[in-house]
């Protein structure tokens, strides 16, 4: 249970407003549901590291995207987060070492084909399920994505949502949880 106590007290503490504002625990007190990484589905504590270390491993091995821009047409790009995982990566690009997006600087990630390059395609180019933005620095930028399948989609929907949480693994969590018990 202090296990989920500090899973729940990482994610309602997130400076992510959006992520706070739809989480949740069960009357069970044993799980929590987080509608802010999947619409329908949720996360029960025994299965939360396995399902974020899957996704970590997922994303790490990276993902091959459409990386849609304000012209006509989108770009294939391969997607992975780095080793570290600080920043998402993408290749090939004109951009080298600068092709990268940090982790810290992702304001939101929102689902769907909600954005203004999303609105800029006709009715029906893009599977709603595949599809996903993220908003990053100060200026709030949009990385458009669409992915081959919902289920990748939802892969880099929850990795990332849990990364900008602040919890990237275990250790993370046990480290945040001690400074949580030092300073009450």
Not at 27 to 46: E, K, N, Q, R
């Amino acid at each position: 249970m202090d296990v989920v106590a500090a899973r729940m007290a990482m994610v309602t503490d997130s400076p992510n407003p959006s992520l706070r504002s739809r989480t949740t625990v069960t009357t069970d007190g044993d799980s929590f549901v987080s509608t802010a990484s999947l619409p329908c589905c949720h996360f029960l504590s025994a299965n939360v590291i396995n399902v974020v270390e899957k996704c970590m491993s997922s994303m790490q091995m990276g993902t091959q995207m459409v990386k849609l821009r304000g012209g006509s047409k989108g770009l294939v790009r391969f997607f992975y987060l780095d080793e570290h995982k600080s920043c998402i990566r993408w290749r090939p690009s004109r951009k080298n070492e600068k092709a990268k997006i940090s982790i810290d600087s992702i304001r939101e990630v929102c689902e769907g084909k909600q954005s203004e390059i999303f609105q800029r395609y006709a009715e029906g180019s893009f599977d709603p399920n595949c599809c996903f933005s993220l908003y990053y620095g100060e200026h709030m930028e949009s990385l458009d994505l669409v992915s081959g399948t919902g289920e990748e989609a939802r892969t880099w929907i929850t990795g990332l949502k849990y990364l900008m949480a602040g919890i990237s693994d275990e250790d993370s969590l046990a480290k945040r949880q001690r400074t949580r018990d030092q300073y009450p």
